[in-house]
């Protein structure tokens, strides 16, 4: 499978792309930011996107959405929990001196355990509530692959001090949703580097067993 992480904007969210690489079908996941570097790197890539995959609805991961699906035509998905984040984006975004677009309609609601294909790959929706009611990851059990958002990060977790967000929740999702997946399956987080399941459980100092 390609997959290219792209840090982009003033909080270097992860822009993923994903494809496959039999059919060039591909999706972006939280295009937060920078458009014009996300649709480039997808033309350089060769992929017709089929999808773009929202974690969640905060400002960083939405921004870009709205360029993103009018050049490629590519449905938005999201939880339905998330809608209400996703659809205030402009307004959190002045709260952080940020000009956010008004994002496009939603077309497809996300529910844990619905399946994203793009060719011959799958993404499973994993429903990770705590950063936000309606955070999602999405995990590729084939390419041991999950995509997490915000709700874990390299030795660190998701605030939780935003509208929503609850520590409780988000603990119980890392551990019920993410450490019960594969050891040596590789994370890709909302923002910094990469990690890994089983280095999450044994060195994160906020939700490690």
Known sequence: MIDHVMPLGP???NT????????QEGVVIDPGFEAPTILAKVD?????????????????????????KEATGAPVHIHPDDEELYKSAPMLGRYFGLDA???????HRLSDGDTI???????LVLHTPGHSPGGVGFHCAAEGLLLAGDTIFYRSIGRTDLPGGS?????????????????????????????????????NPFVGL
């Open 16 to 23: 993923v792309i994903l494809g496959c690489e039999t059919t």
């Open 44 to 68: 350089e890539l060769g992929l017709k996107i089929t999808a773009i995959l929202l974690t969640h609805g905060h400002v960083d991961h939405v921004s870009a959405v709205k360029e993103v």
């Open 11 to 13: 909080f270097l969210t």
């Open 167 to 203: 520590m409780a929740v988000l603990t119980s999702s890392i551990r019920e949703k993410i450490f019960t997946l594969d050891d040596e399956t590789r994370i890709i987080t909302g923002h910094g580097p990469d990690t890994t399941v089983a280095d999450e459980r044994a060195q």
């Open 117 to 123: 294909t793009f060719g011959e790959q799958e993404l």
């Open 101 to 107: 677009p008004e994002p496009p309609d939603v077309d």
